[in-house]
C-alpha cells in the first residue's frame, strides 16, 4: 500500500505542474519532389502533437485554411491548387456552424509546379492555423526556397527544412529592416514584459486544474453507482464474507482491502483498455462525431426506461455464474480478483451508463491519461465502502438497508438521463442541420424534465416499483425543492437569459430565435498604439484581447463569461479594451522585417503583427489571451487565458484594476 501511495503522489505531482505558455504543437517539413522532367510537387509534410489539429484548404470564412503563397518565381510556375493528402477528419463545428476539415498526427500538403526554364528558383511561404480543444495557435508560416538546374531527372536542391513554432524566449524585433511606411514602434509600449509576467503567477487557464477535475467527475460517477440497487445491496453481503472466511480478523481485513483494490485495477484497465483500442484522438473526435452522439442519445434513453422499470437491463447470467464459479475453486488473490470482477459484472446494469457518461465527457483531453484519472476516481468510490467497513466492521449496523430510497434514486437517475441524453441528440442535430433542438426547444425539455422529477420526488408520480404508501423524507422534500427551483430558474432562457449553469449543456444562443438579451461587450478599439493612446488621455487601465476569428474558445468565453453582467460591467466601466485578431489578413501598408530568435520573419497582415506583439511583449501565442496593463504597458496582474469560472475572471479584473488605481503595479518597483 505505500509503495501504491507514493506512485499515485507522484502521478498526482506530475499532472498538477503548469504549461508553458509559448506552444510548439506542429514541426513542418519540406521538399521538392520531381514526378516527371518538367513537373514536380512541392510537399509539406506535419507532424501534430497529440491533442492538437491542423485545418485542411478552402475553408472559406471559418477557420484559418492552409494556403499556398509565392514572394519569388522564375523558370517555375505554379500548376492547380495547393493540395491536402493524408487522412483528414471532417465534422460539423457548432461555432463555426459549417463543416471544417483537418488533419490529427500527420498530414501533407501538395503544391504542383511546372519549370519552365533550363535554372529555377521559388520562394514562398505555407500558411496554416492550428487549434486544440482549449485553445488555438495565431496564422502560422512556413518559408521555403528552392532552387536548381532542370535536367532529365529533374534533381532539385532543397535549401530549407523549416521546423516552425520554436519556443521564443524574450524575442527582439530588428527594428531597422522595413520595407513600406508602416513599421513595428520601438516604444516602451511594445518593450518586453514577459519575466515581470511570469513573476505575477503565470497564466490562469482552466488546464491547471483539468486533471483534479476529470478525478472528481469520476469520482461523482462512482458515488452514484455506489447508490444503485445494483451495488449497494452487495456491500454488507461481501464484507460479511471476507470477515467470516477465516478467524484470523486482520486477514479478512487485508483481504477486503485487497478487494478494493481489485476493484480500482479493473476499472482502470477498462479505462486504459477502452481510450487504446479507440485511440485517444479517436476518443476525442467520437464525443463530438454526430452519429456516435445519436447512439449514446438512444442508449441513454434505453437504460432511463430501465431505470423507470419498464424492464431490466441484465449481462448474460453465464457469465457471472461462470466468474464466480472459478472464484470458489481458486485461492489466493486470484480469487479475490474474480470476486471483483464478478461485482463488476453483476452491477453493469447501473454502472454502464455512468462509465459511458463520464468517459465520454474526459474523452476531450486528447490524450490516455484523462480516461484513466477519472476511471481511478470511479473506482476508488465504488471501492471505499468495502475498505472502510471491513476496517470498521461495526458501521455495517448503522448502514441502511436496500428499499424504497434506493428504488428512488435510480428513478432520479433515470430522469438525469434523459436530460443528458438530450445534450447528446443536440450536438447530433447541430451537425446534420435539423434544427429541430434549438436553445429554446432544448431548455423547454429541461424544464419539464426537472420539474417532473421534483413531482416524483414529493411522491405525486409513481413508477412500477415504487411503494404507494412511502412518505416523502426530508431529504426527498429537499431534493425535490432543488429540482424544481432549477426548472424555474431555467424558464428565463426561452427570452433568451445566458444561464451560465447550463451554458455547457444547452445548444448556443446563436440558435435562439426570440433573444431579447442585451448585455454584451465590445471593444472598444481593434489597434494597439491607437487604444493605449485613448488610455493613456483618459487615465484607465488597459484590457488586451488576443482572439481570433477562427477561434472556438475564445466565442464560448465571450459567450459564457463576457455576457456575466459583472464582468460586463467591470469592462465597459474601468477599462479599455482593445481586442486584436490574430488571425486578421487584411494587409499592412507595408511589410515589416523582424528578426526572431535570431531568424528573419515578414509580418505582412494586421494579424501578423498581433500576433508578434504577444510573442515579443508577453511570451505567449496561444488564444484567447487576456492581459491587464497600465498607460506604460506594464502588467497589472497575471494573464488569462480559456477558464469560464466567473468568479476568477471577476478577481483577475478586480485585482488588475486595485493595482492600477492604487499606482502600485506588481513588480514595478523590480523593472
Given at each position: 500500500m505505500r509503495k501504491i501511495s507514493i506512485l499515485l503522489s507522484l502521478l498526482f505531482c506530475f499532472f498538477a505542474a503548469t504549461n508553458a505558455q509559448i506552444y510548439d504543437p506542429v514541426k513542418f517539413k519540406t521538399a521538392l519532389t520531381p514526378v516527371s522532367d518538367t513537373e514536380a510537387e512541392i510537399i509539406f509534410t506535419a507532424a501534430i502533437e497529440s491533442g492538437w489539429h491542423v485545418y485542411s484548404t478552402g475553408l472559406g470564412d471559418g477557420p484559418v485554411s492552409a494556403t499556398f503563397h509565392i514572394e519569388k518565381t522564375d523558370g517555375v510556375e505554379p500548376v492547380g491548387k495547393l493540395t491536402p493528402r493524408g487522412e483528414e477528419v471532417e465534422k460539423f463545428d457548432p461555432i463555426f456552424q459549417m463543416d471544417v476539415r483537418y488533419f490529427e498526427t500527420k498530414g501533407e500538403f501538395v503544391q504542383k509546379v511546372r519549370f519552365t526554364g533550363s535554372e529555377y528558383v521559388i520562394t514562398g511561404y505555407l500558411e496554416y492555423g492550428a487549434c486544440s480543444d482549449e485553445t488555438c495557435l495565431p496564422p502560422a508560416e512556413i518559408p521555403f526556397t528552392f532552387s536548381g538546374r532542370v535536367s532529365k531527372t529533374a534533381q532539385a536542391t532543397t535549401e530549407t527544412e523549416e521546423t516552425k513554432n520554436s519556443k521564443a524566449e524574450e524575442p527582439v524585433a530588428d527594428e531597422g529592416e522595413t520595407t513600406g511606411s508602416h513599421a513595428v514602434p520601438a516604444g516602451d509600449l511594445w518593450s518586453p514584459v514577459i519575466s515581470e509576467l511570469q513573476a505575477l503567477g503565470g497564466m490562469t487557464s482552466r488546464k491547471d486544474m483539468s486533471w483534479l477535475y476529470?478525478?472528481?467527475?469520476?469520482?461523482?460517477?462512482?458515488l452514484l453507482a455506489l447508490f444503485t440497487p445494483c451495488v449497494w445491496p452487495v456491500i454488507p453481503m461481501t464484507v460479511s464474507f471476507f470477515l467470516k472466511r477465516?478467524?484470523?480478523k486482520a486477514k479478512g481485513i487485508r483481504d477486503a482491502v485487497k478487494y478494493g483494490i481489485s476493484i480500482i485495477v479493473i476499472y482502470v484497465t477498462l479505462g486504459v483498455v477502452i481510450t487504446l483500442i479507440f485511440g485517444p484522438n479517436a476518443l476525442n473526435a467520437l464525443s463530438t462525431n454526430a452519429i456516435f452522439n445519436v447512439l449514446f442519445f438512444l442508449m441513454l434513453i434505453i437504460f432511463a426506461a430501465s431505470f423507470?422499470?419498464?424492464?431490466?437491463?441484465?449481462?448474460?447470467?453465464?457469465?457471472?455464474?461462470?466468474?464466480?464459479?472459478?472464484?470458489?475453486q481458486t485461492g489466493g488473490l486470484i480469487s479475490i480478483f474474480l470476486m471483483a470482477f464478478t461485482l463488476a459484472l453483476v452491477s453493469f446494469s447501473c454502472t454502464g451508463p455512468i462509465i459511458g457518461f463520464v468517459l465520454v465527457e474526459v474523452a476531450t483531453t486528447g490524450n490516455l491519461v484523462g480516461p484513466v484519472i477519472c476511471m481511478f476516481g470511479f473506482a476508488l468510490a465504488l471501492a471505499l465502502p468495502f475498505t472502510l467497513f471491513a476496517l470498521f466492521p461495526s458501521g455495517l449496523k448503522s448502514m441502511p438497508k436496500s428499499g424504497g430510497w434506493m428504488n428512488m434514486i435510480k428513478v432520479t437517475l433515470g430522469f438525469l438521463e434523459l436530460a443528458f441524453a438530450l445534450k447528446f441528440?443536440?450536438?447530433?442535430?447541430?451537425?446534420?442541420?435539423?434544427?429541430?433542438?434549438?436553445?429554446?426547444?432544448?431548455?423547454?425539455?429541461?424544464?419539464?424534465?426537472?420539474?417532473?422529477?421534483?413531482?416524483y420526488l414529493l411522491g405525486k408520480i409513481r413508477f412500477p416499483h415504487d411503494d404507494e404508501h412511502a412518505k416523502v423524507s426530508v431529504p426527498r422534500f429537499f431534493m425535490a425543492l432543488i429540482s424544481l427551483a432549477f426548472a424555474i430558474y431555467m424558464v428565463p432562457g426561452l427570452?433568451?437569459?445566458p444561464l451560465k449553469a447550463v451554458s455547457a449543456f444547452a445548444p448556443p444562443l446563436n440558435t435562439q430565435d426570440f433573444n431579447l438579451y442585451a448585455g454584451e461587450v465590445h471593444a472598444g478599439f481593434d489597434d494597439y498604439d491607437a487604444g493605449m493612446e485613448y488610455a493613456r488621455k483618459n487615465g484607465k487601465p488597459v484590457m488586451l484581447d488576443f482572439t481570433g476569428y477562427g477561434?472556438?474558445?475564445?466565442?464560448?468565453?465571450?459567450?459564457?463569461?463576457?455576457?456575466?453582467?459583472?464582468?460586463?460591467?467591470?469592462?465597459?466601466?474601468?477599462?479599455?479594451?482593445?481586442?486584436?485578431?490574430?488571425?486578421?489578413?487584411?494587409?499592412?501598408?507595408?511589410?515589416?522585417?523582424?528578426?526572431?530568435?535570431?531568424?528573419?520573419?515578414?509580418?505582412?497582415?494586421?494579424?501578423?503583427?498581433?500576433?508578434y506583439l504577444q510573442r515579443v511583449k508577453f511570451g505567449a501565442n496561444a488564444q484567447p489571451f487576456y492581459v491587464l496593463i497600465d498607460n506604460d504597458g506594464k502588467p497589472l496582474n497575471k494573464s488569462y487565458a480559456y477558464d469560464e469560472n466567473i468568479d476568477k475572471y471577476v478577481d483577475f479584473l478586480q485585482t488588475g484594476l486595485k493595482n492600477y488605481r492604487s499606482g502600485d503595479a506588481p513588480l514595478r518597483s523590480s523593472l
Open positions: 476529470v478525478f472528481f467527475a469520476g469520482f461523482a460517477g462512482g477465516t478467524e484470523d423507470f422499470g419498464a424492464f431490466e437491463i441484465t449481462l448474460p447470467s453465464g457469465w457471472s455464474t461462470s466468474v464466480d464459479s472459478k472464484a470458489e441528440l443536440s450536438v447530433a442535430d447541430l451537425a446534420y442541420g435539423w434544427g429541430m433542438l434549438d436553445r429554446e426547444t432544448f431548455l423547454a425539455l429541461w424544464i419539464v424534465i426537472f420539474a417532473l422529477l421534483g413531482v427570452w433568451g437569459a477561434c472556438v474558445n475564445c466565442r464560448k468565453m465571450e459567450l459564457a463569461v463576457w455576457t456575466d453582467s459583472k464582468v460586463s460591467e467591470i469592462i465597459n466601466r474601468d477599462y479599455v479594451l482593445i481586442t486584436l485578431y490574430v488571425d486578421n489578413k487584411q494587409p499592412l501598408p507595408g511589410q515589416i522585417k523582424v528578426t526572431e530568435n535570431g531568424r528573419e520573419r515578414t509580418l505582412r497582415t494586421l494579424g501578423d503583427k498581433w500576433s
